[in-house]
């Protein structure tokens, strides 16, 4: 072997062995940025866990204290009953504690028209119906919205006049099909044949789905806006309506109060109608949302529950959401 060809093959061997290095090098680092990153991801997301974590229990003890606030403000009251100025709207703002700062928000849900009434227990309330139809009537809509919804809650796929049942909904670009039960959110209306994006938008200020547990939840007369007074009754006009609605301010302590104020005294001697509105009204708010906000560091965690008073005035959660109950604002 000639001395040129050893130089040769000395030469390959430590390129070889320089590659080798190489790649041994590169594998370190890659083995060394892999364990690092895993490290990371892994302490992010045990700081992500801590933090809900955390807030989880801080919207427990907003959630407590909403009760509290709910059943002291009945406790300081002779006769209960709620208004749009009650103390409990307040909520609390910028808390802060360990470690991060909390928020919570209440609003009164008995305001608006719970379209779940318009069905109960197998068949169509007559008084809610003819209410609904009334209010449908003065803003200027489709009766057949009120048809709709009612083939939506029933159980049957026999349309109504003015109804649809899933043979229209299959149609649709995806499909779907009407429920057989009651509404779980305000935003499902938008699924009615009838419903437009613009209709929604005319109804969402006066209508809400609650849950109807055999009996039929009540609208406060004290929060009520003008609107739904009218729908109460034709001889309602808008300057009584409005008259009725204080400006915001009413807080009627009884139902009878209420009966016995200006004009409203004619109409409600006239028989029956005591009895008819009292099956619509009440002066207590008895659905309730409850926003708690938790900000902690860099994150944000809120959640929203749906709370139904007692007769004491406490407050029971009977579904929680990570969406308002209310409907959503465009």
Known sequence: MGVGTVATNLTKQKGMAMLTALLLVALATSLASSLWYGTAADLARVRFLQHNYQAKHMMYGLLLWASDVLEQDYENDDTPSDGADDGWLQGIQNMPVEGAVLSGRLKGMSHCFNVNNLWQQGQVSDIHYQYFLRLLQLMKLDVAIADQILDWLDADQLPRPKGAEDVVYLGRQPSYQTAGGPFMHVNQLQLLDAITPSIFDALK???????????????????????????????????????????????????????????????????????????????????????????IENSLHVNYALLRRTDRGASVVIQRSQSPFSAAER
Request: glycine share 4%; aromatic share 8%; proline share 5%.
């Open 205 to 295: 200020p006066y209508v809400c789905v609650l849950p109807v547990t055999g009996l039929s939840t009540k609208m406060n007369v004290n929060t009520m806006p003008p609107l739904l007074l009218r729908a109460l009754d034709q001889r309602i006009t808008v300057p009584l309506a409005n008259s009725l609605y204080q400006d915001g301010r009413a807080h009627y302590n009884s139902l009878d109060a209420f009966f016995q104020t200006s004009d409203m005294a004619i109409i409600t001697n006239s028989q029956g109608i005591k009895e008819q509105f009292a099956t619509l009204l009440s002066v207590q708010t008895r659905y309730i949302e409850a926003q708690a906000s938790v900000s």
